[in-house]
């Protein structure tokens, strides 16, 4: 059952029957991630006023300068999920390697690992752009009460409990899933509550908007130019309009809203793209499909990519059925 802009926490105990393993501990854990979304998000909002924008000097796993938003956001997001001892692990863009996360009592009783992309976009805070956090939440493999291993990180998409995101633009919005559909929260600052302003979020099953990176245009795969032309000719309801804003968050995210493709494909300067598997493209695929949207590598289902490496990257199409489709199509040529 849900109410447009009954609050978040209203909303889970409502939908209680939404969350699988129903034994509060998912709830738990969506509810600290919307606690320490609202800690991040009043620090993005006042980014410009304080020293906080400025490189931190150090690089992460991806080689990159660290601003210090990405690494305030992913100590933020670590200390809310152990404190309150509701995952056994942690993996994030921002670390080589995984976290183990011990309760209390030294033990690892929890049964969910969580993987995150704590502030992606990171590269569009000093030029006020919007940016997002995004997570996706696993069962563990490994049994209760034993350290985590790589294996409970390394499940393929189709294990997701859980997945959603945070866009920090014009509104601070959740947006999440945990295999029920879609619904989307918008933080209310004044009053620090998050209300269902977005319930049943759904994919326009086709659309005009197409979201990539032109400048790599020439580094692209045939297919991916033969669609990207195919989307500029004047016929039928073409030409489509081209939208990137350079955040994966905010694209799919307006996308979602007005129908559109989302693309980061290979090139020949990156063989596997750009993107992330386990915690930016895997989260994003579930909740575009469980909104009704399709996401592959061009060729198959993302979800069912088992993956090998915990930064792995892949080529990614996301977005309106019928546009994944038609990319597709002639990706496949
Ligand atoms: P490019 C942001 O750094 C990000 O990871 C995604 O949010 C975004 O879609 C992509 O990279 C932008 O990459 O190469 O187009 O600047």
Known sequence: MMAKNQTLGEFIIDNQADFPYSSGELSRLINSIRLAAKVVNHEVNKAGLVDITG???????QGEEQQKLDVYANNKFIQTLTNREIVCGIASEENEDFL????????????????????????????NVSVGT?????????????????????????????????????????????????????????????YLSHPNMKFPENGKIYST??????????????????????????????????????????????????????????????????????????????AGGKASDGFKRILDIQPEKLHQRTPFFCGSKKMVEKAEEFMQR
């Not at 490189?55 to 796993?61: F, K, Q, S, V």
């Not at 309760?103 to 590269?123: E, I, T």
């Open 213 to 290: 990176n032109e400048g790599n245009y020439i580094h692209f795969p045939q297919g991916v130019k033969d669609f990207i032309k195919y989307c500029q000719e004047e016929k039928e309801d073409r030409p489509y309009t081209s939208r990137y804003i350079g955040s994966m968050v905010s694209d799919i995210h307006r996308n979602m809203i007005k129908g559109g493709i989302f693309m980061y494909p290979e090139s020949s300067r990156a063989r596997n793209g750009k993107l992330r598997l386990l915690y930016e493209c895997n989260p994003m695929a579930f909740i575009t499909e469980q």
């Open 55 to 61: 490189e931190y000097g150090d690089t992460n796993i």
């Open 134 to 194: 995004i997570f996706s939440v696993y069962r563990r493999l490994s049994p209760v009460g034993t350290p985590v291993t790589a294996e409970d990180f390394l499940q393929p998409g189709n294990m997701q409990v859980a997945a959603g995101y945070i866009i920090y633009g014009t509104s601070t919005m959740l947006v999440y899933t945990t295999g029920n559909g879609v619904n989307g929260f918008t933080l209310n600052p004044a009053l620090g509550s998050w």
């Open 100 to 127: 183990t996360i011990k309760g209390c009592n030294g033990d690892h009783q929890n049964k969910y690992v969580v993987l995150m992309d704590p502030l992606d976009g990171s590269s569009n805070i000093d030029v």
